[in-house]
Structures are given as C-alpha cells and as structure tokens.
C-alpha cells in the first residue's frame, strides 16, 4: 500500500490544488491541461525509452581503404573505439597457415568495407551474428593484422625469415605481467567510430576461423572526441590520469616521416618483411585514485607539462601543446624536470630523432579491482620501423620515473604488422608464404 504523504511532506516541489488554483489563472489553466494526457496516449514522435540512439548515415557509412602498400590502421586518424585481441595459432603447415591468412584477408575485406550478409538455410547457424543488422556498414572499421615471436619460433620452416628485431615482450622493472594477457602468435587491432562495429567484427573472425585461431586475450579501449577550437585545430585527446596523451607524436601525414619513423626498411629485414612495422602493445592500469589526491604542481612536474593547455613547462601564458619545449635553455631542469615523463621519453638530444615512435593509444575501463579500487588506464600501442631503437629503448629510458608510482603495465605484446595488400585477390602474409616456399 502506497501511503500518501501529509501536508508539508513528501516531493516539495508538487504544488497543492489549491495553489496552483490559485497561482495560475485562466493561461496557467491551459498550459497544465495541455501537457496531460489521457492515459495511453502520446506523442507520436516522442523517442521511447527502448529506441536506438540515433546513428549518422553519413558516419556509418565511411570507410577506410582496405588495399594499399601499408595496412590501415596504423596512420590512419583514430576513430573513438578501439579493441586489440591475441591469439594462438594452431596452423602449423605451409598450406593451413596460408588458408588461415587467406580466410582471414577475406574476412577483414568484407568487414572493413561492408555489404550484405548472405541468407542461409534457416536450418544451419546464421552466417552473421546479427549485431548489426542485415546489412553490415564499414563504421570507419581497420583491422590491423601482425604476427608475434612465437608464431615464428613455432614453425620450423620460419624460423629463417623472422623480421629481424622481433621478439618477446621482456618485464621491465616496474611491470607485473599477467602471463595470460601476454603474447601470442598473431594479433589483430580494431578501429571503429562504434565499439559494437568492432566486437561484430572480432566475433565473425572467431566464427571463420576457429580451426586455426585460438582468442588468447583482448581489451578494449575508447578515445574521447574534442570539439575544435576556434581557430578549427583539435587538439589530442585525455588520458585518465587528465593530461593530453600524444603532443609531440610525429605527423602522420608527413610521408617521408613515416617512411623513416614507423614502416620497415633496410638491408637488415627480410624482403618480404619491406614496408611493416613493429607494433608495441602495453596494457597500462593507472592507480586514478591516488592520482586525483595529488597536487596539480606535483602532476605537472611529473609530465613537464601542463595539465589544462597541454603546453610544456617552459611555455609562456600563451604557450599550446604544439609548442616545442627548449631543454637546451634549461639544463638544470629549472623549468621542466630533468626528470619528468616528456624529458625522459624523448630528450631531443642529437641522435635521438633515431628512437620517435608513433602512439596510437586508448583509454581502457574494466570496472572494479578486487579491493575496491577503479580499474582505469591506458591500452598503449605504438608503432616503429625498428622495434630496439622504438619502444624498448624509450621505456629503458623511463625506467624510475616519478609517474610509475601512480601506473603499473600488467600485459600486452610484441607483434610485427605484415606489408599491405596492393590488389584485390592478394592477402596479407603472401609474401612471407612465397618466400618461405621458396626456402
């Protein structure tokens, strides 16, 4: 039984008969009598409780290129959801694993263009999972195909044409690596505007190839969009721990850039190997809560930069994120901490234009920790022409940094991202299967 409140209790907002009598008058009479309805009745365009939000056509609708000499994914502008699986592989023959990378091609030239899905006898499985609808839309969709240490080191008959500094991701000092989130034979990046486009697209990987793909582990991530300034320039996007994560990553238009910074070249890596890249990928849990309860001098000096604008320490008012910070002018450290995150990951010292890495991060959320704490951070992924002077030498270089007292990387890989595909009836890893076949 429902019991009525009495006078000068329950909502105070509900006005009483008598009030509103005599408060509104003739008009206010109206008004009220115009916003009740009788029972059932409605709006016929009011948006129900159980509607889709409304999606663009024109958004759904874009897509990424799947054909050319560099897979997509890599320069490619982030869309706002991104998701990474590993797997084992459990193709061992020349033959099974060229089936295995030829259904895969296959699979990801469909998903990442779109298109129909094909009606089957209603007495078999479903060729689709349905997610999204009968008709699948490329939503931006890149999938983004590299291979680990292991599926080489696992095949005899590879062994010989390894990219020649791919390896196994190593623990660093402040790391405590989840062996099942580590590793695997191949992995595949999703990029979508909508997280439901890349799970779709995971989901119909794992229904093909089931025989010959094992999901080791995965983690989803998002980006959050920025509205543009006035002037029309974005700037990057926020980490969880509040700061603007990718200021000074080199400029993905700039070919000549990429060419010497992300894609692999050089006498040193196998012919077929021309044109990859060595993809870094580290799951990065921040501990937020003891980050929020920090001083806002105390971030900034952790980052040299600072946490509003993005600019660097030693920039003006006016300074932006863009601004390049001189160390040279500031040897001591006064301005920007010889020990903070940007100095240590990138000195800019004469020579250390060898070691620029392209970031192509997102921000992960999983929930709640067993003891109570939130489970927040970054799934980092970058992407070098040579794994040793990329990544790994960078993080040697942060090894003791202030920042690892409020992150801890628990998981992720190495992985070697195969050359493109530069016309239809090709798949990706053909070259590697030509030349092993020649071997």
């Not at 209790?9 to 115009?34: D, E, K, N, Y």
């Not at 931006?140 to 005899?156: K, P, Q, V, Y």
């Not at 799934?379 to 690892?404: K, M, S, W």
Request: some cysteine.
């Amino acid at each position: 039984m429902t019991k009525t409140p009495s006078r000068g209790q329950g909502c105070p907002f509900t006005p009483s008969r008598r009030g509103v009598l005599l408060g509104l008058g003739a008009g206010g009479l109206g008004a009220m009598a115009s916003v009740v309805q009788a029972p059932g009745a409605q709006a016929k365009d009011a948006p129900q409780v159980n509607d889709a939000p409304e999606a663009r056509a024109e958004t759904t609708a874009r897509r990424v290129p799947y054909l050319g000499a560099h897979q997509a994914g890599i320069t490619t502008p982030r869309p706002e959801a991104g998701l990474v699986a590993s797997f084992d592989v459990v193709a061992f023959s020349p033959k099974d694993v060229e089936r295995m990378l030829r259904t895969l091609s296959e699979r990801i030239a469909f998903l990442t263009q779109g298109g129909e899905v094909p009606e089957r006898d209603p007495r078999l499985p479903p060729a689709d999972s349905g997610l999204l609808g009968p008709v699948v839309q490329p939503d931006n969709l890149t999938i983004t195909l590299g291979l680990g240490h292991s599926f080489f080191a696992g095949r005899d008959w590879l062994k010989d044409l390894a990219p020649a500094k791919l390896q196994q991701m190593v623990e660093f000092p402040n790391d405590a690596l989840e062996p099942a989130l580590c590793h695997g034979d191949l992995s595949l990046q999703f990029c979508a505007n909508l997280p439901d486009t890349n799970i779709h697209a995971l989901r119909d990987i794992v229904k093909n190839l089931s025989d010959t793909m094992v999901l080791r582990w995965m983690m989803e991530g998002s980006v959050p969009p920025v509205v543009p300034d006035a002037s029309g320039e974005t700037s990057s996007a926020r980490n969880f721990l509040g700061f603007r994560d990718g200021s000074a990553n080199p400029d993905s238009t700039d070919d000549a850039a990429m060419d010497r910074i992300v894609w692999t070249h050089g006498t040193d890596e196998p012919a077929w190997a021309q044109g990859g890249s060595y993809q870094a990928v580290r799951m990065i849990r921040n501990f937020v809560e003891r980050w929020d309860r920090s001083a806002l001098a105390e971030q900034e000096a952790i980052f040299g930069r600072r946490k509003v604008s993005g600019a660097p320490l030693d920039g003006g008012p006016e300074a932006s994120e863009r601004d390049v910070p001189d160390y040279a002018a500031d040897p001591e450290g006064t301005a920007t901490p010889l020990d903070c995150h940007i100095r240590m990951a990138n000195p800019r010292t004469p020579g250390s234009e060898k070691h620029l890495i392209l970031r192509r991060p997102f921000n992960y959320s999983r929930g709640v920790s067993p003891n109570g704490q939130l489970d927040q951070g970054l799934l980092f992924i970058c992407y070098q022409a040579d794994l040793e002077a990329g990544f790994i030498t960078v993080q040697n270089r942060l090894n003791g940094e202030p920042l690892e007292e409020y992150l801890k990387p628990f998981g992720g890989g190495y992985f070697f991202v195969l050359p493109g595909v530069s016309e239809a009836g090709d798949y990706l890893g053909s070259g590697l299967i030509t030349a092993a076949r020649r071997a």
